[in-house]
């Protein structure tokens, strides 16, 4: 839970308070654009200040890449700011243009059940119960009551088409053959209605979003000044990519979910756990608590002792902890330490050894077969003869238990939970010998 106006992430390796919240957010790599740097640096530091982010429901979980923007809205929530987590209902109904297709629109249904999920999911990395509870808000509750009429004669008139058709995803599709659906058009009018909505309920002044969202976001502003004749503000944030550079996202097929049952806690940890050293420390910057002296000497440490990765371990425990908790992180770590170490892979529970283990190399393999056969079939030796040349040579182990003997024979009882046999080559060839279903 989220405590106090100072917490240590705003403290600077002197282990003196920050003075600039804004200075904090820009060294951690978590401002792209604004629209008013000055004013924005002025509001945070005469605060307290509303500011809300808008999470779509397209998909039934949110991703690595949303996290960005939970972070920055623990950070504000944590230095005393007001904090609203806005959920599309309708948004998700309509969908963000896409720079090259139109999108398959969803069922009111399955778009209800993804704003559900993503609900429980914000939960844990935001404080709903403290002296400065964050709000959680749904769109729908007041794009629904809208009738067409209002709608177009009480929004739509403060939008101008000339400047709705520069952003860019639109411009693209309007030079396509398939040119653009007046649905798809539409959204950044409702997005920016958001915004209008926030700020005369709730006072909220300021909204950020990542950077691909900036034209929607100040759409939002330029609504608020037409219409109430009030300034407010936007921050966004740079988009995470990965290694090839494509950011990170449901639509372009490299998402890194944030719940369990989409990306395994263990698959989830494996993953920053494989982070590359030009990476590791701006991931830790953006997406930890950790203060700025500990960073700095994680950095320190890539630089020097890249190969102990320690850096990567701790970014690893301290993304996982946040979005699966302790347990979670504890349990994976054990299986990781059980598969690539010497520990107990008995120890590991059911769901944990089926998590750790799913994306290892291996097959179906009856009990009874001999371990020889079992070699070959899981691909850890070309045949017979190499297997047993493993075996004799004492670089073989079942269950992180070396095999002395070419004649051992897979038992039932060798295979954990009923699931799976782990068949190892030296320490760093891995391969499950499952239970045929």
Avoid at 358 to 363: D, I, Q, R, V
Wanted: hydrophobic share 40%.
């Amino acid at each position: 839970m989220l405590t106090g106006r100072h917490p240590d992430f705003m403290r600077d390796k002197d282990n003196t308070i920050v003075s600039d919240f804004f200075d904090e957010l820009q060294w951690r790599g978590l401002v792209a654009q604004t629209t008013d740097e000055s004013a924005l640096r002025q509001a945070l530091a005469d605060g307290p200040i509303t500011v809300y982010c808008g999470f779509d429901p397209s998909a039934p979980s949110l991703h690595f890449g949303n996290f960005v923007q939970l972070s920055v809205l623990r950070r504000m929530q944590a230095a005393g700011h007001h904090v609203i987590c806005l959920v599309g209902g309708s948004t998700g109904l309509i969908g963000d243009p896409k720079p090259d297709a139109e999108r398959v629109l969803q069922s009111k249904d399955t778009i209800a059940e993804s704003v559900d999920r993503i609900k429980t999911l914000v939960g844990p990395l935001l404080d709903f119960d403290g002296d400065n509870p964050a709000t959680l808000v749904n769109n729908l509750d007041w794009t629904a009551p809208l009738s067409a009429l209002d709608f177009l004669r009480d929004i739509g008139q403060h939008f101008r088409v000339n400047t709705m058709i520069r952003k860019e995803a639109v411009a693209r599709r309007l030079e396509s053959e398939q040119g653009i659906s007046y649905t798809e058009f539409s959204y950044q009018i409702l997005q920016a209605m958001d915004y209008l909505q926030l700020f005369r309920d709730r006072g909220c002044t300021l909204e950020i979003g990542g950077s691909d969202q900036w034209g929607n976001i100040t759409a939002g502003v330029d609504l608020v000044h037409r219409v109430e004749g009030k300034t407010v503000h936007a921050l966004a944030t740079p988009l995470l990519t990965d290694s090839t550079g494509r950011k990170f996202g449901k639509s372009e097929g490299n998402a890194v979910w944030l719940s369990a049952d989409m990306t395994t806690p263990y698959a989830f940890y494996q993953y920053f756990l494989n982070t590359e050293d030009a990476s590791v420390i701006s991931l830790l910057k953006a997406l930890t608590d950790l203060p700025r002296a500990e960073i700095e000497e994680l950095e320190r440490q890539v630089e020097e002792e890249p190969f102990r990765r320690a850096a990567q371990r701790t970014l690893a425990e301290q993304v996982t902890t946040l979005v699966h908790g302790q347990a979670a992180t504890d349990a994976v770590k054990a299986a990781s330490e059980a598969l690539f170490g010497k520990g107990d892979v008995s120890a590991l529970d059911a769901n944990t050894l089926r998590d750790a283990t799913s994306e290892l190399p291996g097959a179906q393999v009856q009990p009874g077969a001999e371990l020889v056969d079992a070699l070959v079939a899981v691909g850890i030796a070309d045949s017979r003869n190499a297997a047993r040349r493993l075996v004799t040579e004492g670089g073989v182990s079942l269950n992180n238990v070396k095999v002395d003997s070419v004649t051992v024979v897979l038992e039932e009882k060798d295979y954990l939970h009923g699931q799976v046999a782990l068949l190892k080559r030296g320490r760093k060839h891995l391969a499950a010998a499952r239970m045929p279903s």
